[in-house]
């Protein structure tokens, strides 16, 4: 099979789909493996590391998407990419559909088999695709947030950890998974007072039980989150309904009763955000301000530290691309349903139900596309 890996496009995207390690496991399969020109460079891998495994470097996306069978990559495609997608072509990615209609009918027009690294399972519950990304950005949360709550960048000008006499800063963590576990933890080890907040209840009786006074966890129901949300001098947003648009759990008449100057970190925006005023932005210009409260909602946020995401995601999604390119797609996902959750679009037609729901589009069963 040939896999195709295209340089990403997004704005400020480092990462790269495919690690010069992987590319030699492919190519050791028996694979051919064409790889675009400076696709790594971002990341620290050079053509050079590729071509020295075997993989082909094409100088523009179009050749590899033109000769490609399987396209791994990192980002949604990007409309660019997504007028080079074809029927009978793998697309395997984020896709992240529910908030995005546009895309949706873009890769349903292309034909092409996308399979999200987002809604793919595991047998151990939870999104093996997604926890690597989501550890990355749940770290890097309380990073920015920080940062943008000094006061030249438009915050109240609180320190994280506050100083011997004044009192910490109070971060607000809603979603106690991967994300949020993970900015909890970065949050509490700056010094910074934690709360996390899931409407889980055996989830919150785990993350009691494994960090114990590091942060204290609280029910998610919405009177006890206006509560919090006054309080808070950042409130990180980190809830999942897997595939689906996120809720809104921060309405903007809330802003009015949240400190001037209070921090919102939407990690959440991939999948719409769950503040009611979250708009997607970019690294080059993270944060806008609506009603005195700042506002950081990358969408990409692991592509600020390319080298660490990019080889964190490959160890992840390696041994699915290995089957998807050894077995061809539909017997990959006939043997691995966990594998088959991730397709969300086929030769038109839309396979993951939370993303019809959410796009008031037609669902087709999977068994139908797998079996059928
Ligand atoms: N912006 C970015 O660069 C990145 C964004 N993400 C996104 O972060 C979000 C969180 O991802 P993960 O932590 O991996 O998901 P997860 O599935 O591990 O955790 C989500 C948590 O939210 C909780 N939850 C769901 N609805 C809730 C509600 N109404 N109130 C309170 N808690 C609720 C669930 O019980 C679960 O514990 C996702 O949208 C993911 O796509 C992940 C990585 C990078
Ligand atoms: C999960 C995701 O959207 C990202 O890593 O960019
Ligand atoms: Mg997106």
Same mark, same amino acid.
């Given at each position: ?24 496991? &492919? ?23 590729? =071509? ?8 523009? +996306? ?19 990419? %997504? ?29 092409? =088999? ?8 595991? $047998? ?21 947030? +920080? ?40 949050? $509490? ?15 919150? %009786? ?31 947003? $980190? ?6 648009? &996120? ?9 009015? =009763? ?12 991939? *999948? ?45 999604? *390696?041994?699915?691309?290995? +089957? ?33 729901? $959410? ?14």
């Amino acid at each position: 099979m040939k896999i195709g890996c295209p340089k990403e496009i997004k704005p400020q995207e480092y990462r790269v789909g495919l690690t010069p390690h992987a590319a030699a496991e &492919a190519v050791q399969n028996g694979h051919e493996v064409i790889v675009e020109t400076g696709a790594g460079d971002g990341a620290g891998f050079t053509d050079k590391e590729y =071509t020295d495994v075997g993989a082909t470097i094409a100088d523009t +996306a179009a050749e590899v998407f033109d000769a490609a069978d399987l396209i791994v990559k990192v980002k949604e495609p990007q409309a660019v990419e %997504r007028k080079m997608l074809r029927k009978g072509q793998v697309l395997f990615t984020y896709l992240h559909l529910a908030p995005d209609p546009e895309q949706t009918k873009d890769l349903m027009g292309s034909g092409a =088999t996308c399979i999200a690294y987002e809604t793919v399972t595991s $047998a151990q519950g939870g999104l093996p695709l997604l926890a690597p990304m989501s550890e990355v950005a749940g770290k890097l949360a309380p990073q920015m947030g +920080a940062w943008a709550l000094q006061k030249a960048n438009g915050g109240m000008g609180v320190l994280m950890g506050g100083v011997p006499g004044v009192f910490p800063a109070r971060v607000v963590v809603i979603g106690g998974g991967a994300v949020g576990t993970h900015a909890a933890r970065a949050a $509490a080890g700056m010094g910074a007072n934690v709360a996390v907040l899931d409407r889980s209840l055996p989830r919150l %009786r785990q993350l009691d039980d494994l960090f114990g006074d590091q942060f204290k966890t609280v029910y998610a129901n919405p009177a006890l989150t206006a509560e919090l949300v006054k309080e808070a001098d950042m409130i990180i947003g $980190a809830v999942l309904v897997p595939g689906a648009a &996120a809720p809104k759990l921060v309405k903007r008449e809330q802003l009015a =009763t949240m400190k001037p100057g209070a921090v919102l970190v939407d990690v959440a925006i991939d *999948q719409g955000g769950c503040f009611e005023t979250s708009k997607p932005t970019t690294h080059a210009d993270p944060i806008y301000e609506v009603d005195g409260i700042i506002h950081y909602c990358v969408a990409n946020m692991p592509g600020a530290v390319p080298r660490t995401s990019t080889l964190a995601l490959g160890n992840a999604t *390696q041994p699915f691309l290995m +089957a998807l390119a050894n077995k061809g797609w539909k017997q990959a996902l006939r043997d691995d349903p966990h594998l088959a959750n991730g397709l969300n679009v086929h030769d038109g037609q839309i396979t993951c139900a939370p993303v019809g729901e $959410a796009l008031d589009l037609p669902v087709t069963p999977l068994d139908d596309v797998l079996n059928g």
